[in-house]
């Protein structure tokens, strides 16, 4: 069965879609931690990040890469935080996490936002 992940990138269920290429995918994370917050997936079904292909890491890194500086332009952080879980849902995938100090990265805290929030910011850091 496909992961929600994979479901999320077929377009079978919404997202925030932040940006896309033939093999990754961008998308807002439905419980932020902060506003921005993005996760990167690749489009291929794999459970954990390190499991991935050295190339193919690597071309992830460099999409995650391009999403994080607009997300750094767009957002008016001082950093964007690269973060792997990957406890939750069984896809690989990396949190990109706006920040201005260290205690920005707190997973227990979470955003309200907005369904036209979500939207909003989605549309600011699209690709
Ligand atoms: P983890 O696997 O521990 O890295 O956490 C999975 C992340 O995916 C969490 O931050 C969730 O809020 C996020 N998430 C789960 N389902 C969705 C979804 N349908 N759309 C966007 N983000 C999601």
Do not use: W
């Not at 931690?33 to 990040?49: A, C, N, R, S």
């Not at 992830?60 to 999403?67: L, P, T």
């Amino acid at each position: 069965m496909a992961t929600i992940f994979s479901r999320i990138a077929m377009g079978e269920i919404p997202c925030y879609k932040v940006a896309e290429n033939d093999e990754f995918f961008a998308f807002l994370d439905i419980n932020p931690i902060q506003k921005g917050h993005t996760l990167v997936i690749p489009k291929e079904e794999v459970d954990y990040l390190f499991d991935i292909d050295d190339e193919k890491l690597g071309r992830m890194m460099v999409f995650a890469k391009q999403v994080a500086a607009q997300i750094k332009s767009k957002m008016g952080c001082r950093r964007v935080a690269v973060v792997v879980l990957g406890l939750e849902v069984p896809h690989a995938h990396i949190h990109l996490i706006p920040i201005n100090e260290e205690k920005d990265v707190d997973f227990k805290v979470k955003q309200q936002l907005s369904e036209d929030e979500f939207k909003l910011i989605a549309e600011q850091i699209k690709l």
